[in-house]
């Protein structure tokens, strides 16, 4: 790919076509913004993940608090 | 016309006339007839039959040769020398040892030319010692093979591994050596599991781009099963739920980053290139 890359600017005669080079270099530029926005997807993702698995966590260590509260208050009570 | 007739049946005559012609007609007859009327076993044919295995039996014993090697000191008892071609004797001849009867020269003789024979007979004493390092190698091999998603694989990979084991213990290899066998092999698994994973999604992620997610669909499910595959090797290996969500999300922005980083490449080296092609344009015009 990167070979075909490099030769689509070259005519047959191993010339180089300098409207072919501008084309190419337009064509990486939309790809590198491609895989910035793909990347940057990934990240937001990535960080949905995370917020879930601490708020997963945090709900359970609460649950966990509540009942050692609820525990304790027994033990006070009796 | 009558000389060109006279001509042909001359030469069709001398060829009739040849004594090689004469022979060959001779022996497809006697074909024919052996075909027709198959006659019994004569004594003339039993010898010329024997005469051919003894050759055939004559050259295997020049061709054969044996990788296989003995302990040392039970290989002394069993060196035999040739006598007249024919005759074997022991070198070294055990006390008990009286006279040579017909069975151990033959199967003296049987041992030189049939590699069968001494596995039956010898296969307790055969050596590996010297085959070491390639039974440790063939060791982490199957035991990495015993890790497979495909079952069968798995399963015959195991009594594979059992084998070799069994036999790197008889020769002397501790038990703690094996274990650290193990241990290499099952990282040597996991590093090659990680390295294909990280390739894998660098070939998705580049087919999905240039190629888009409609037409890179195919190779994109191609290279999904394999992913799949690797994660559950990844379990059989023993490291359940190791490529999570999370984990093969942070996989794919490496990849992409690194895959950013390549395209920057070439962009840098075709901007070069495009400046020196307009400079160039400009002195020579």
Known sequence: MKKQAINAHLSPEGQIN?????KKIKQINALI???????IR???????????????QSSLLEKALSFFKLNTQSGVNR | MDKIDQNDLTSSEQIVKNPYYQRLQEELKQKKRLEEFPQPFTDDAFVSQQ???QTRNDKMEEVFEDKVELDQDKK???VFEKVDNIEMKW?????????????????????LSNGKQILRNLSHQINFKNRTPELKELYKHTLIESRSHNALMAVFSQFKAGVVGQILSWIGVPIQELKLLKEQAFKQAFDDNCAQMAHLIYNTELVELIK??????????????????????MDLLGYKEYWSKSRILEEKITQCQRIEDEFRDELSRLDYMYDYCIQGNV???
Do not use: C, W
């Not at chain 2, 001849?93 to 069975?103: F, I, R, V």
């Not at chain 2, 888009?212 to 090797?233: D, P, S």
């Open chain 1, 18 to 22: 300098i409207v072919q080079l501008e």
């Open chain 1, 33 to 39: 913004l491609k895989v910035k926005a793909r990347r």
């Open chain 1, 42 to 56: 990934y990240q937001n993702e990535l960080d949905q993940q995370v917020v879930l698995k601490v708020k997963k």
């Open chain 2, 51 to 53: 005469t051919i295995y």
């Open chain 2, 76 to 78: 002394e008892d069993l």
């Open chain 2, 91 to 111: 070198k070294n001849k055990p006390e008990d040892y009286t006279s040579e009867s017909e069975h151990q020269k033959k199967t003296m003789k049987e041992f």
């Open chain 2, 212 to 233: 888009g997610k409609r037409v890179g669909k195919k190779t994109a499910k191609l290279y999904e099963i394999q992913i799949n595959q690797l994660i559950k090797g």
């Open chain 2, 283 to 285: 002195t020579s015009s």
